[in-house]
């Protein structure tokens, strides 16, 4: 649509939430929920982009407006769903599925997902059971059971955020290790992306995938730039 406002600001409600308003108006999320924010950080991380416009809103220029829309509308009240979500990837993570070989691979995943592996295992207090190949392998029950506890105490908003880089990389291990400040977003792509990485110093890169690894990256770096204004 046309650009219908001229100043974007961010105010306080006397519930201590921040608001987005354009020309003193508050804004409305898809769903109809007024756009509300926990803290200032978020609401100017949203209000920038509203500021960025030219005479055309171009919602695929908004990507910190989406996610929160769907903090706001999707998941706020349905966090319980979005978390036995995000724990059903970790019963079958990324990181616990090995190559056989060749060795140079099988050296790598070690390298990029062992370290993460044990930090998650103190974090949620249980083991992660390893495979070869696709076969499946269940993951203890104490295991899971920390999990779960771990994602009860997240936000909505954190919520979203954990469960986008979650499924952008297979791995909720990775997400909660961004999340939690214990890898960079640099690091945990990285990590995600060893076997791609392998085949293509094998065999060389397609273009194509390659652009869609980058949009991909991009959704993981708002993801995690969301996460950290949540809980600066």
């Given at each position: 649509?046309?650009r219908?406002y001229?100043?974007v600001?961010?105010?306080?409600?006397?519930?201590g939430?921040?608001?987005?308003?354009l020309d003193?108006?508050?804004?409305?999320?898809?769903?109809r929920?007024?756009l509300?924010l926990?803290?200032?950080d978020?609401?100017?991380?949203?209000a920038?982009?509203?500021?960025?416009?030219g005479?055309?809103?171009?919602p695929?220029t908004?990507?910190?407006?989406?996610?929160?829309n769907?903090?706001?509308?999707?998941?706020?009240?349905?966090e319980?769903?979005?978390?036995?979500d995000i724990?059903?990837?970790?019963?079958?993570d990324?990181l616990?599925?090995?190559?056989?070989?060749p060795?140079?691979l099988?050296?790598?995943?070690?390298?990029?997902w062992d370290p993460?592996?044990?930090?998650?295992?103190?974090r949620v207090?249980?083991?992660?059971?390893?495979?070869e190949?696709v076969?499946?392998?269940?993951?203890?029950?104490?295991?899971m059971a920390?999990i779960?506890?771990?994602l009860s105490?997240?936000?909505p908003?954190e919520?979203?955020?954990?469960h986008?880089m979650?499924?952008?990389?297979?791995?909720?291990v990775?997400?909660l290790a961004?999340?939690?400040?214990e890898?960079?977003?640099e690091?945990?792509?990285g990590?995600?992306?060893?076997?791609?990485d392998?085949?293509?110093?094998?065999?060389g890169?397609d273009k194509?995938a390659?652009?869609?690894?980058?949009?991909r990256?991009?959704d993981?770096?708002?993801?995690?730039?969301m996460?950290?204004?949540?809980r600066?």
């Amino acid at each position: 649509m046309d650009r219908f406002y001229k100043e974007v600001s961010v105010g306080e409600t006397e519930t201590g939430e921040f608001q987005l308003l354009l020309d003193g108006r508050t804004v409305k999320t898809p769903g109809r929920n007024v756009l509300a924010l926990p803290n200032r950080d978020l609401g100017e991380a949203v209000a920038e982009e509203w500021r960025a416009q030219g005479k055309q809103i171009l919602p695929e220029t908004m990507p910190m407006t989406r996610l929160v829309n769907t903090a706001i509308d999707g998941v706020r009240d349905n966090e319980a769903a979005v978390a036995d979500d995000i724990a059903t990837f970790a019963g079958t993570d990324l990181l616990c599925y090995r190559a056989d070989g060749p060795d140079g691979l099988v050296a790598m995943q070690g390298e990029a997902w062992d370290p993460a592996l044990r930090w998650a295992e103190g974090r949620v207090g249980g083991t992660f059971h390893l495979s070869e190949g696709v076969m499946h392998v269940d993951q203890p029950d104490e295991t899971m059971a920390g999990i779960q506890s771990l994602l009860s105490g997240f936000t909505p908003f954190e919520l979203t955020a954990l469960h986008i880089m979650t499924s952008l990389t297979g791995s909720a291990v990775l997400a909660l290790a961004v999340a939690e400040g214990e890898l960079s977003t640099e690091d945990a792509w990285g990590a995600a992306h060893v076997d791609e990485d392998w085949q293509i110093s094998q065999w060389g890169e397609d273009k194509e995938a390659s652009d869609r690894r980058a949009k991909r990256k991009d959704d993981f770096d708002t993801a995690a730039r969301m996460m950290a204004l949540v809980r600066n």
